[in-house]
């Protein structure tokens, strides 16, 4: 059934399919980047040009490292894949300037 969306000009915002923040196991990048990529193939469409990801609650380093690992596998979907600009992307350089002038 139509709803008026056209997938075309969509850009989808997820967060990286990660473990908890309880979990004891952490997966690895390329774990994350299997399961992430699995998860978008299973759901997204391909008419949808691009995915640009939340960052979770990941840090900067973390959110960095999976993303960089998510493009380097191979993947049936068509997607291109960043980030949305995030706190996580950002949180260093707002810690350095400290909302202070002479830090610019």
């Not at 990801?53 to 049936?76: M, Q």
């Given at each position: 059934?139509?709803?008026?969306?056209?997938l075309?000009?969509?850009?989808?915002?997820?967060?990286?399919?990660?473990?908890?923040?309880?979990?004891?196991?952490?997966?690895?990048?390329?774990?994350?980047?299997?399961?992430?990529?699995?998860?978008?193939?299973?759901?997204?469409?391909?008419?949808?040009?691009?995915?640009?990801?939340?960052?979770?609650?990941?840090?900067?380093?973390?959110?960095?490292?999976?993303?960089?690992?998510?493009?380097?596998?191979?993947?049936k979907?068509?997607?291109?894949?960043?980030?949305?600009?995030?706190?996580?992307?950002?949180?260093?350089?707002?810690?350095?300037w400290?909302?202070?002038?002479?830090?610019?």
């Amino acid at each position: 059934k139509e709803v008026g969306c056209l997938l075309e000009g969509t850009l989808l915002k997820p967060s990286m399919t990660v473990a908890g923040v309880e979990c004891s196991d952490k997966p690895t990048p390329e774990d994350v980047a299997k399961m992430t990529v699995q998860t978008l193939e299973r759901s997204v469409p391909c008419s949808v040009p691009g995915i640009t990801f939340l960052s979770g609650g990941l840090t900067e380093e973390d959110s960095s490292i999976f993303l960089n690992a998510i493009n380097s596998i191979e993947r049936k979907g068509p997607w291109a894949m960043t980030f949305s600009f995030s706190r996580a992307n950002q949180s260093s350089a707002l810690k350095a300037w400290a909302g202070k002038k002479e830090n610019v």
